[in-house]
């Protein structure tokens, strides 16, 4: 199948490419590079550098290339600042995805796999969450993804879209070639492995007084590999379903605290620490079931201990301890 990956040169856009061309399709990678990385791009998968929200030039590709599915990565995701600025993240996530929606209509693609985030939900009713528990996201990012989903809703009602949103939090560790290099970095693996490197001074805490055992934010942590099959996977129940939710996790959270001592145990680093204050928009615990798609699609993680997690993250920084830089 020919696949176009929007944000194909990020993170895990970089990953989930690999894993598609390992199982036969064919891709293109659209990406404006502004957080993605050239390098980070197979090198059998043509790239090309646009914006989303240029529907024209999404159009063009998806003709140009006979794209018949699209996997679709490309937006802001930084809770935190979302809360600052939630213009920034209703323009790139909501419109850009419409404009999206839009040229796959004109171009008469009929199957996209969307990569959504489990805070579409917000304070969970229950730990883990289901896919059927109440929607009502606690920051704008959350909402603005939640935004999308409710589109894909009507685009299959009007438009025939047969579609699959993928709900996960906190993607993290590494292939051997590639791994998480944002800039800035606010994801909790890579900032430690940073201080345990050298390139940062401390890690900062925020909020040492939330209802869980230590007092540290709980969150479900899964390997970008694990993310990646979950993807291709989806893309396949397309020909039998019009559309699909699934939550992608481990089943279990694992604490601020409880990653800082992981990681001191695996690269034997002091990793020093600062508690601040709450950021607003974090719930306490954020733990996904994965159940659905274990039973639907027998799924599983692959990596779902948090040490083989980190263990791949801090091989791929010791050998990029400058991220992508380090290979140009």
């Not at 176009?4 to 990678?29: P, R």
């Not at 579409?120 to 990012?141: F, H, K, R, S």
């Amino acid at each position: 199948m020919n696949v176009l990956v929007t944000g194909g040169a990020g993170y895990i856009g970089s990953v989930t490419v690999a894993e598609l061309i390992a199982s036969g399709h064919k891709v293109v990678v659209f990406d404006n590079l502004a957080k993605g990385h050239r390098i980070a791009v197979e090198p059998a998968a043509p790239l090309v550098i646009g914006d989303i929200l240029d529907t024209q030039k999404l159009s063009s590709t998806l003709k140009e290339h006979d794209i018949e599915a699209v996997m679709h990565f490309a937006a802001l995701i930084e809770a935190g600042e979302s809360m600052h600025a939630p213009e920034r993240y209703f323009r790139n996530n909501s419109f850009g995805s419409l404009s999206l929606l839009e040229a796959m209509s004109h171009a008469g693609v009929k199957r996209l796999v969307f990569s959504s985030t489990a805070a579409v939900y917000g304070e969970p009713q229950q730990v883990p969450i289901l896919e059927t528990d109440q929607t009502n996201p606690t920051n704008a990012y959350g909402e603005s993804k939640l935004y999308v989903e409710r589109m894909l809703e009507w685009f299959r009602r009007i438009h025939g879209l047969r579609s699959a949103s993928l709900r996960y939090f906190n993607a993290a560790g590494a292939t051997t070639e590639f791994g998480e290099a944002h800039c800035p970095e606010s994801h909790l693996i890579p900032i430690v492995l940073s201080v345990a490197i050298g390139n940062r001074e401390f890690l900062n805490v925020y909020g040492t007084d939330y209802p869980t055992e230590d007092g540290t934010c709980v969150r479900d942590y899964i390997h970008v590999s694990d993310l990646a099959h979950a993807h291709v996977l989806a893309l396949a129940a397309l020909e039998k379903h019009s559309h699909v939710t699934y939550n992608l996790g481990n089943g279990r959270g694992f604490s601020v605290k409880q990653v800082i001592q992981v990681a001191r145990a695996i690269t034997g680093a002091k990793i020093e620490c600062r508690e601040s204050a709450r950021r607003p928009g974090d719930p306490a615990v954020l733990v996904a079931s994965s159940q659905k798609i274990q039973h639907e699609l027998g799924w599983a993680p692959q990596f779902p201990r948090l040490e083989d997690i980190v263990t791949s993250a801090w091989q791929w920084h010791r050998a990029h301890p400058n991220g992508y830089a380090d290979a140009q």
